[in-house]
């Protein structure tokens, strides 16, 4: 088939090197427009650009692929399909129209469960077994389309949303290759989500990852850490500076211990605990601001008035720096 590819960050790569190394062709990538990145904002391509520049693949970015001159552009590719992984634009209809068999989305999640911008994070921090890749077909409700197959990846407890995420994308990948054909040839019917079954993931903001130490238990508090490594990072406030939590574990507390309270923990490379609403954890690795990653037990070191002070949970308005 000639397919037209649309994707943008890391999680598309495995699919394009799929379409890259099958007997299709891929007529053209579509990505979003480069943009600042780091802390000097230079211009930097979507890694999806790279990729297919490095095999010769024609690219386009345009700041909206559904406006009537890139429709036009693509009809005249000629596609048969289209296929998207983590695009990062809205299409019109005016764009599902164009390929003949329609467009097909890899999309990060067992659908209905976890429609969205999010989908792997909203898995982590719901305490999901499980999560997995679901291919639909593309319309113009929410990630709501026909669902062609589904392929399931369990969770494991110390994974995060950083080494999630290839898992689920190498998996939707390998899907996708074995759906193409199939669906070319009519051999595959789509099936109908069930609506009463859907959740939602919005895309994440940094105030989300905020721990709110009266609030949030020793178990949800690791799994924020887990779902939002390595973005957006979450945080406390320690000594009216904000402080990324890393890694961490969950531990029995003192029964009439005040939440958000740092504790010491045995042993020299422990880390330091901190009490949560219900429990308390053990907190292994950290990053100041401005500073790399480190161990608990380093940081804690450089900062030994930490233990007994409460970090604070009133700063929910501030930003992470």
Same mark, same amino acid.
């Given at each position: ?29 579509? #990505? ?128 995060? #949303? ?32 069930? %609506? ?17 130490? %009266? ?25 009216? %500076? ?72 009133? #700063? ?6």
């Amino acid at each position: 088939m000639r397919i037209v590819f649309m994707g943008s960050p890391e999680f598309a790569l495995p699919a394009l090197r799929r379409l890259i190394g099958s007997e299709h062709e891929v007529a053209a990538v579509y #990505t979003q427009p480069d943009r600042g990145a780091g802390r000097g904002r230079r211009s930097a391509p979507p890694p999806v650009k790279v990729l297919a520049l490095a095999h010769g693949l024609e690219v386009r970015q345009p700041a909206s692929i559904s406006r009537p001159e890139s429709v036009e552009e693509l009809r005249r590719l000629a596609p048969d399909i289209g296929v998207i992984a983590a695009y990062g634009q809205i299409l019109k209809q005016a764009v599902l129209d164009v390929p003949p068999l329609g467009v097909l989305n890899v999309h990060a999640s067992l659908l209905p469960r976890w429609r969205g911008a999010a989908p792997t994070p909203a898995a982590i921090l719901a305490g999901d077994a499980e999560t997995g890749a679901t291919i639909m077909r593309v319309r113009l409700a929410l990630d709501a389309g026909p669902v062609l197959a589904s392929v399931r990846v369990p969770i494991d407890p110390s994974d995060t #949303t950083g080494t999630l995420t290839p898992k689920v994308a190498e998996a939707g990948a390998e899907l996708l290759m074995r759906v193409l054909p199939a669906y070319a040839a009519g051999e595959i019917t789509p099936v109908e989500q069930d %609506e009463a079954l859907a959740t939602y993931a919005p895309q994440i903001k940094k105030t989300d990852a905020l721990i709110d130490w %009266e609030r949030d238990d020793a178990g949800t508090v690791c799994r924020k850490v887990r779902a939002y490594n390595p973005w957006p990072g979450a945080y406390t406030y320690a000594g009216g %500076e904000p402080l990324r939590i890393l890694a961490c574990l969950p531990v029995e507390r003192a029964a009439d211990a005040v939440p958000g309270t740092a504790f010491a923990l045995a042993g020299t490379d422990a880390g330091f605990g901190v009490v949560a609403r219900d429990g308390a954890v053990a907190v292994t690795s950290v990053q100041a601001p401005g500073g790399r990653m480190m161990p608990a037990a380093a940081y804690l070191r450089g900062h030994r008035g930490l233990i007994g002070t409460r970090l604070a949970v009133a #700063t929910r308005s501030a930003r992470p720096r």
